[in-house]
T-cell receptor, first 114, second 113 residues
Framework: NAGVMQNPRHLVRRRGQEARLRCSPMKGHSHVYWYRQLPEEGLKFMVYLQKENIIDESGMPKERFSAEFPKEGPSILRIQQVVRGDSAAYFC????????????FGQGTRLTVV | KQEVTQIPAALSVPEGENLVLNCSFTDSAIYNLQWFRQDPGKGLTSLLLIQSSQREQTSGRLNASLDKSSGRSTLYIAASQPGDSATYLCAVKAPEGNNRLAFGKGNQVVVIP
């Protein structure tokens, strides 16, 4: 059973371009969380999704950021018109259910905006 | 809102010494607490998961305790090795907040050979 798979591992974008980050949860996991880690900061929650539903997006910036978890395929975190401040490591976590279950993390995507 | 604090932010110890890393959280209504290890530029590796009903968990040289009522957890690493050098992150999961994890900023550990 492969772990949580994120790609790409590294992504470089020029200011104003779009960034698409993908996350395939562990097999059998239907709950996906995205977190962002800024330099010298802790991981901050962004969005929580289940298949075809956004459950909680309270941690996501109101503009330029969106997320989806379609019925088929990976979860996508999309950042439009990237700015230098978007440079960070973005991590995806999955779990089979909510509550007391353990969260499993991917290796992250490191976004650099130049 | 759950706040998680890790002290000390950074520490260096000589090889062989025991490591003691502290984590505190403000809201004791939690499902569980997880300790992670993060190497520079890498992802998060789960080390130990303690459910709210448990007092401690052990795995090899690692032992984590949980005192939910006082909002504290301690990670002990016995007989530290240079390979233990990493950042250790503490995270709590609570019913409030849709089961998201609230993270501390981490304990950055260097074990000196």
């Amino acid at each position: 059973n492969a772990g949580v798979m994120q790609n790409p591992r590294h992504l470089v974008r020029r200011r104003g371009q779009e960034a698409r980050l993908r996350c395939s949860p562990m097999k059998g996991h239907s709950h996906v969380y995205w977190y962002r880690q800024l330099p010298e900061e802790g991981l901050k929650f962004m969005v929580y999704l289940q298949k075809e539903n956004i459950i909680d997006e309270s941690g996501m910036p109101k503009e330029r950021f969106s997320a989806e978890f379609p019925k088929e395929g990976p979860s996508i975190l999309r950042i439009q018109q990237v700015v230098r401040g978007d440079s960070a490591a973005y991590f995806c976590a999955s779990s089979p259910t909510t509550g007391m279950t353990e969260a499993f993390f991917g290796q992250g995507t490191r976004l650099t905006v130049v | 809102k759950q706040e998680v604090t890790q002290i000390p932010a950074a520490l260096s110890v000589p090889e062989g010494e025991n490591l003691v890393l502290n984590c505190s959280f403000t809201d004791s209504a939690i499902y569980n607490l997880q300790w992670f290890r993060q190497d520079p530029g890498k992802g998060l590796t789960s080390l130990l998961l303690i459910q709210s009903s448990q007092r401690e968990q052990t795995s090899g040289r690692l032992n984590a305790s949980l005192d939910k009522s006082s909002g504290r957890s301690t990670l002990y690493i016995a007989a530290s090795q240079p390979g233990d050098s990493a950042t250790y992150l503490c995270a709590v999961k609570a019913p409030e907040g849709n089961n998201r994890l609230a993270f501390g900023k981490g304990n950055q550990v260097v074990v000196i050979p």
